[in-house]
């Protein structure tokens, strides 16, 4: 019964190549969100979706490209991968604002990216 | 820049004692905050919430304190456990400019080591 799940929990892979970590969330929530986790435990926002709409894009380079395909999905496509796009990328989702108020969202279990 | 942050990186306790986690934000629009658990090699898990209307919330064994007039906002741990031990961060939902969008921006995080 996981709430949000992404694949793959672990990424190896050189230089200049292009991959996706997908995410799902079977919670109903309206906002999904993907963040960015470096060596120092610090978190990130990236991107945040709102019933597919992009609504948040915090200046990250346009080799990442996030695509939502239905609100429950929230996959995040990286082209030409460099050593410092190295982290763990973590997806989230919530129910945005939910009658007026906000509410907390929910992570996955991260997928730790390593680019060698 | 980032306007959550922590006054202690790293907090070492024995069990059964208090354990108390500071965070201070400088964003005085922000109106929700959450403390959220990051064990090794998992994602960050709701602890407790406080909305700006409130000053003090209980959980089981954790309660969140904010002060809005110094803008700090407090995690306490009662008869800390072993299990307690992870990094906590504190968020707090900020108003994207110019929108009635919101993004949980996360402060650096305290790592929270509890010695049996």
């Known amino acids: 019964d996981t709430a949000v799940s992404q694949t793959p929990k672990y990424l190896v892979t050189q230089m200049g190549n292009d991959k996706s970590i997908k995410c799902e969330q079977n919670?109903?929530?309206?906002?999904m969100y993907w963040y960015k986790q470096d060596s120092k435990k610090f978190l990130k926002i990236m991107f945040s979706?709102?019933?597919?709409?992009?609504?948040i894009n915090e200046t990250v380079p346009n080799r990442f490209s996030p695509k939502s395909p239905d609100k429950a999905h929230l996959n995040l496509h990286i082209n030409s991968l460099e050593l410092g796009d190295s982290a763990v990328y973590f997806c989230a989702s919530s129910h945005g604002r939910n009658r007026g108020k906000n509410t907390e969202a929910f992570f996955g279990q991260g997928t730790r990216l390593t680019v060698v | 820049g980032e306007s959550v942050g922590l006054h202690l990186p790293t907090l070492s306790v024995q069990e059964g004692d208090n354990s108390i986690i500071n965070c201070a934000y400088s964003n005085s629009a922000s109106d929700y905050f959450i403390w959220y658990k990051q064990e090794s090699g998992k994602g960050p898990q709701f602890i407790i919430d406080i909305r700006s209307n409130m000053d003090k919330r209980q959980g089981q064994r954790v309660t969140v304190l904010l002060n809005k007039t110094v803008k700090h906002l407090s995690l306490q741990i009662a008869a800390t456990q072993p299990g307690d031990s992870a990094v906590y961060f504190c968020?707090?939902?900020?108003?994207?400019?110019?929108?009635?969008?919101?993004?949980?921006?996360f402060g650096k995080g305290t790592l929270l080591t509890v010695n049996p």
């Open positions: 979706y709102n019933n597919k709409e992009l609504i």
């Open positions: 968020a707090e939902n900020i108003r994207n400019s110019g929108g009635s969008n919101y993004k949980l921006t």
């Open positions: 919670l109903g929530h309206d906002t």
